[in-house]
């Protein structure tokens, strides 16, 4: 049994876990390691945030999930080096585990433009404490707007601006009209809810930028029709506690909210920079590390990086996109040529993605789809949206529970999970004024 | 408007919910105030503690559940002194609101008898962020005990000391024994999760000791059969962060176990403790308020105070327990009492509990019963539990969510919420340390 043949999963998100999932029957000894014991499904964290979803109900515990894959063991651990010469991974606790080979799936972390200032002020999406924290912002800017007494505060409480107009961006802003539209209807006595200001900002001249042209502005038609303001073509230039600053065509301006949301880049992982460092390979736009062919890192073939932080090159030349399907299918190929190698083969054939489409939400039967070659909008999105994403929830009991949940959503615009939590709740209730980031809530 | 009779409550638990719920149709400007925006289902709090639930499925917003109340207006706020000659109410961002009458059901707090210290290694089960940090040491300490190659180290991570043998300790650690017996089996390699050691620490001479002494017995046999131990008679005496001391007939004994929980002492919320001191209000064992038979406090007779910490006799003159029936029916009593002082009544007729019996759950058909005049044990006891406790959850889309949940659980004994969140996560995967806890975190 020792001398098989080692691979070590670094993350358990889409890359890794299908990687793992792929070498169930593998003569080999599978490591997983995470620094969280759960696998989280990202593309609905969105719906943690905006409180139509818990935490649990997207997760999925890694253990259970590969608990009969008896050549496999799943470890808590947090990789910040790497000594590829030495076939060796060292954790933080001071722990180190040897690989055969290495599959590195550590994803991306968000990214503030060279102004780590802002991420105090507005929470991105990149975990479920991020996700809780942003929950917390929104339903608390609510909350101080029925105590305050001054107008231009209760506006400031009730401008909502969303920085990035991609899929993340585009999702939360169509919650967050429909949460001030109906889910909150009649609950307040101060104000109406429906004043919310719900603002898009983005640097690209339109929403969705990476999908057709016409699916974009199907997207921000429906937006409008939640209420929600796109302002595109616009670099943000300032975040701080009161609002963000930005400049467009029209110059510089001053956007009055006490809540800023972070839906614009993303950078490699801690780890992916690390690797990249020490085994030098080159990196592209937003530091991605680029791979060859089969995935593996230049001078180092029993490395392969797989998901969001890898650099390949797609059909058209430019890299494929940071999303759940590019993650899978690469974490499936890598396992699959890891076992090829064990297998003796010398050749690899390279990998190649097959794009399945693109689909995103904005609202109730407010969608835009681009797939199987065709592109759609409204109702049949949604539902091709709504499918495919129950499809793809890990455990069936987590697909019962969002069934559940979303069909009560739907029945009654309620949202099952509106709660202000966290270590900040306490403070910021103290004090009535905006949830400030701590560095140890948010994590990567 | 201005001049209706004003209403305030502060807590949105189960007495200041049910007794907003009584004053709907009431001639009075009724304000909910409490520090959170939701009601928490507190008896299905250790579930959340133990992986079954996420704390969304037992919380319900409490202004939806109030949103058609249209006399009453809710506030988040935290309620920190009164002026109670000026029927002034102090919150802690420095506003006031003024009533006519007051209800106070700001609920018990953990108490350590007077050990504070004690607080950072055994966390309580008082709060979201309690419970999630309880669940947080149970699973990181089966986690870290994968990791680690010492046995005695590995014995110490495995081994959970539960401070308190009543309803929550027994609960806790009936659940703790499912988790080991059945939740986490075969997902290990190191160990087998069944030699995880569950003992629970009581100085009462049985679990449960305000049950009749047969049901004690069963419950005790019960925890048995799951694995756990128990040590009746024992008072701790120091905990830290490797274990727990206590004294006993035997003489002082020592614990290594990195996870120690605390289901023992409670003590009014600090607001209960400001309101006895600033109206000189008596108080009695564990600090419990004393309060006229009409539930009001002597000398203040529009201020009421219901549930947890008021010190009300029962039948046989020993006080109430700080059960979620006392406060619903004193929160509902005491709306009853004002609306009929502002009919005009002079005679209030004392408060009155009709108790519903109690019910104690240890696992799967393990729970005891002494209700409807019958005490009995087993499957009947956990049905009528489960019966119950469906029932009472305030929003009908939690039923229906626990229930699948609980169905699923019941199918596979797999828990849906196991997640290892929070502020403290990266701290402890860092350095495989026990989680410490911080004041912040945790609130009262």
Same mark, same amino acid.
């Given at each position: 049994m020792e001398s098989r043949h080692r691979v070590v999963i670094l993350g358990g998100g889409f890359g890794g876990l299908y990687a793992a999932k792929a070498l169930r029957n593998a003569p080999a000894g599978v490591t997983l390691i995470d620094r969280r014991n759960f696998h989280l499904f990202q593309p609905l964290l969105y719906q943690v945030a905006t409180g139509s979803l818990s935490?649990?109900?997207?997760?999925?515990? !890694?253990? @259970?999930?590969l608990r009969n894959q008896k050549n496999t063991t799943v470890l808590l651990g947090d990789a910040v080096d790497i000594e590829p010469g030495a076939n060796r991974v060292l954790l933080r606790d001071g722990g180190a585990v040897e690989y055969d080979s290495l599959i590195v799936a550590t994803g991306s972390q968000s990214a503030y433009f060279g102004h780590d200032s802002w991420r105090e002020w507005a929470p991105s999406l990149k975990s479920v404490e991020e996700a809780t924290a942003v929950r917390h912002k929104i339903l608390f800017a609510f909350e101080a707007a029925e105590r305050t007494e001054g107008p231009a505060e209760r506006i400031a409480w009730l401008t909502f601006a969303i920085v990035g107009g991609g899929a993340t961006g585009v999702e939360l802003a169509g919650a967050l009209g429909e949460i001030?539209?109906?889910?909150?209807?009649?609950?307040?006595r101060k104000f109406r809810p429906e004043e919310a200001r719900i603002i898009v900002l983005d640097s690209a001249p339109r929403v !969705?930028? @990476?999908y057709p042209e016409d699916l974009s502005h199907k997207a921000e038609q429906q937006l409008i029709d939640l209420g929600v303001r796109v302002r595109t073509g616009v670099r943000v230039v300032g975040v701080d506690a009161e609002g963000v600053d930005f400049e467009g065509?029209?110059?510089?301006?001053?956007?009055?909210?006490?809540?800023?949301l972070w839906a614009a880049g993303v950078a490699p992982s801690r780890f992916g920079q690390v690797l990249a460092e020490r085994t030098g390979a080159p990196t592209?736009?937003?530091?991605?590390?680029a791979v060859n062919p089969d995935l593996t890192l230049p001078g180092y073939p029993n490395i392969y990086v797989v998901g969001d932080q890898a650099l390949i090159p797609g059909k058209g030349g430019e890299a494929l996109p940071g999303v759940a399907q590019v993650a899978i299918q690469g974490g499936g190929y890598a396992a699959r040529a890891v076992l090829k190698r064990i297998g003796g083969?010398?050749?690899i054939e390279p990998f190649h993605y097959r794009s399945k489409g693109d689909l995103a939400v904005i609202g109730r039967a407010k969608a835009v789809a681009?797939?199987?070659?065709?592109?759609?909008?409204g109702l049949a999105a949604w539902l091709v949206w709504l499918f495919v994403h129950l499809m793809y929830i890990v455990e069936f009991q987590n697909r019962v529970l969002i069934f559940v949940q979303w069909g009560f959503e739907y029945l009654t615009w309620s949202r099952g999970a509106r709660l202000i939590t966290g270590a900040a709740a306490t403070d910021t209730i103290g004090g009535l004024k905006p949830m400030k980031n701590r560095e140890a809530d948010l994590g990567e």
């Amino acid at each position: 049994m020792e001398s098989r043949h080692r691979v070590v999963i670094l993350g358990g998100g889409f890359g890794g876990l299908y990687a793992a999932k792929a070498l169930r029957n593998a003569p080999a000894g599978v490591t997983l390691i995470d620094r969280r014991n759960f696998h989280l499904f990202q593309p609905l964290l969105y719906q943690v945030a905006t409180g139509s979803l818990s935490p649990g109900e997207i997760a999925a515990p !890694l253990r @259970s999930v590969l608990r009969n894959q008896k050549n496999t063991t799943v470890l808590l651990g947090d990789a910040v080096d790497i000594e590829p010469g030495a076939n060796r991974v060292l954790l933080r606790d001071g722990g180190a585990v040897e690989y055969d080979s290495l599959i590195v799936a550590t994803g991306s972390q968000s990214a503030y433009f060279g102004h780590d200032s802002w991420r105090e002020w507005a929470p991105s999406l990149k975990s479920v404490e991020e996700a809780t924290a942003v929950r917390h912002k929104i339903l608390f800017a609510f909350e101080a707007a029925e105590r305050t007494e001054g107008p231009a505060e209760r506006i400031a409480w009730l401008t909502f601006a969303i920085v990035g107009g991609g899929a993340t961006g585009v999702e939360l802003a169509g919650a967050l009209g429909e949460i001030a539209r109906r889910t909150l209807k009649d609950e307040f006595r101060k104000f109406r809810p429906e004043e919310a200001r719900i603002i898009v900002l983005d640097s690209a001249p339109r929403v !969705l930028s @990476s999908y057709p042209e016409d699916l974009s502005h199907k997207a921000e038609q429906q937006l409008i029709d939640l209420g929600v303001r796109v302002r595109t073509g616009v670099r943000v230039v300032g975040v701080d506690a009161e609002g963000v600053d930005f400049e467009g065509p029209a110059g510089k301006e001053r956007l009055a909210a006490k809540t800023v949301l972070w839906a614009a880049g993303v950078a490699p992982s801690r780890f992916g920079q690390v690797l990249a460092e020490r085994t030098g390979a080159p990196t592209g736009p937003r530091g991605k590390i680029a791979v060859n062919p089969d995935l593996t890192l230049p001078g180092y073939p029993n490395i392969y990086v797989v998901g969001d932080q890898a650099l390949i090159p797609g059909k058209g030349g430019e890299a494929l996109p940071g999303v759940a399907q590019v993650a899978i299918q690469g974490g499936g190929y890598a396992a699959r040529a890891v076992l090829k190698r064990i297998g003796g083969a010398r050749e690899i054939e390279p990998f190649h993605y097959r794009s399945k489409g693109d689909l995103a939400v904005i609202g109730r039967a407010k969608a835009v789809a681009d797939i199987w070659g065709l592109k759609f909008s409204g109702l049949a999105a949604w539902l091709v949206w709504l499918f495919v994403h129950l499809m793809y929830i890990v455990e069936f009991q987590n697909r019962v529970l969002i069934f559940v949940q979303w069909g009560f959503e739907y029945l009654t615009w309620s949202r099952g999970a509106r709660l202000i939590t966290g270590a900040a709740a306490t403070d910021t209730i103290g004090g009535l004024k905006p949830m400030k980031n701590r560095e140890a809530d948010l994590g990567e």
